[in-house]
């Protein structure tokens, strides 16, 4: 059995992670961390949460004791570390949450980690630590660092601690920095879902300043197996960028789904841009293709409708989710836009 302590598990990769890895895999034991925020919910654990080799503990990863406690119970041998808080409209809304979670939390880990002499640490981290492009040229793993918001600098220093404490102490760590995802379960609050659930209820949807900034999309699932192969195979010390070579303007996106839902392109409604807005994402993925035999699977064609699909079809998941507490954050994120 490997023991792997998943943290931030209820959220939307890290329960598409569980849930598909389970399905697979019945030599991994699954101890799920998760601190319940707005974002992570249980419901989206169904699938796994009865299977003999899963468990899920409510917590904080800022919270050592705990931690340490989970590490000695369980005999954690593996860590993946996507708890964070990870919307960048909410980190300029209010940065602590995301220092405290993301860099703090980390800091916790990597030294219970240290402490328990794990076998691997994967810090899930994200493209958006690179910063932004102009017109041309893709993220390589050695693209230097230069975070804009944030929700990305507290990311970029999560990663980098995490590389430090493998050149300081010998940790095993590795880090993956990923692409936009998009799939079943991820919050509302997201470009996708939100612009599919308006177009469902016929609402505006909200575009910032011109539509044409770009995002690299890739199927949360190609991600989830791209993890499993770096937990397996990839090489202490090293990062390895994830993406699925689907560059697009996000307004090319709004009207696909539109479209798609048939409704009238008259819903979309430029509004006033987000502060420090990235111009452009892309990832140059060819290491972990070229060196661990990596390839997306899911063309976004396909896998974008199987998305929409998911909303329409799981109207009550979302429909819990935007009348409670996620309103007051909708109203008042969009009112002076
Ligand atoms: P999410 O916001 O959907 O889920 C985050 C989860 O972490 C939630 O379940 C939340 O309850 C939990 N959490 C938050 N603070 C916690 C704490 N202090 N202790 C324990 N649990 C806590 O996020 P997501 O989109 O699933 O992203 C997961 C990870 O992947 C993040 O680290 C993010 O930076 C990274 N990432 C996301 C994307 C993307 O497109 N969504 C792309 C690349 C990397
Ligand atoms: O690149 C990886 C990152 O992708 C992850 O690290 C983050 O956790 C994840 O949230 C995501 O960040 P983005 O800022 O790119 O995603 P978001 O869905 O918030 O926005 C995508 C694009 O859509 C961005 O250009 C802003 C735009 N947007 C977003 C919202 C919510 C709009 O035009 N209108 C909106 O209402």
Redesign the pocket.
């Known amino acids: 059995m490997k023991n792997i302590l998943v ?10 992670f569980i849930n598909h890895t389970l399905k697979e895999r019945d030599d991994y034991f699954i101890v799920n ?9 249980l419901e989206n654990l169904k699938p796994s949460q009865d299977k003999r080799n899963y468990r899920f503990v409510k ?5 050592s004791e705990l931690v340490n406690f989970i590490f000695e119970k369980y005999r954690i041998k593996y860590v993946i ?7 960048v409209d909410r980190s300029i809304l209010g940065s602590e ?1 995301f220092y ?3 860099v703090i ?1 980390t800091n916790v880990l990597l030294e219970t980690a240290r402490k328990f002499e794990v076998e691997k640490f994967l810090q ?5 630590v690179y910063g932004s492009l102009g017109s041309s040229g893709f993220f390589t793993e050695s693209t230097p660092l230069s975070p804009n918001s944030p ?1 990305s600098s507290s ?1 970029a220093a999560a990663d980098m601690m995490a590389l430090s404490f493998h050149h300081t102490f010998g940790l095993p760590v590795v880090v ?7 799939g079943s ?3 509302p609050e ?1 470009l996708i879902p939100l612009m599919i659930i308006n177009s469902l209820k016929g609402k505006p949807l909200p575009v910032y300043g011109d539509g044409l900034n770009v995002r690299d999309w ?1 199927y ?1 699932i190609d ?1 989830n197996n791209a993890i499993n192969l770096v937990l397996e195979k990839g090489v202490c010390g090293e990062v390895y960028n ?1 993406g699925a070579g689907n560059e697009m303007p996000n307004i090319q996106i709004i009207k696909l789904i539109l479209n798609y839902i048939k409704k009238s392109e008259d819903l979309i409604q430029y509004v006033k841009d987000r502060p420090g807005h990235d111009r452009r994402y892309a990832i140059d993925s060819s290491k972990i293709q070229s060196q661990l035999n990596w390839r997306p699977e899911f063309s976004f064609e396909d896998a974008i409708i199987k998305t929409i699909d998911w909303y329409i079809e799981n109207k009550n998941w979302w429909e819990r989710i935007i009348s409670g507490e996620y309103e007051k954050y909708y109203n008042s994120q969009y009112k002076n836009r």
Request: charged share 15%; hydrophobic share 30%; with cysteine.
């Open positions: 943290t931030g598990g209820a959220g939307f990769i890290g329960s598409n961390l998760d601190k319940l925020t707005y974002a992570g919910n917590g904080d990863i800022v919270n570390n996507f708890a964070a808080e990870s919307h949450i405290r979670t993301n939390g899930v981290s994200t493209d958006e929700y990311k993956t920095r990923c692409s936009n995802n998009y379960y991820q919050f997201k890739i949360v991600h994830i």
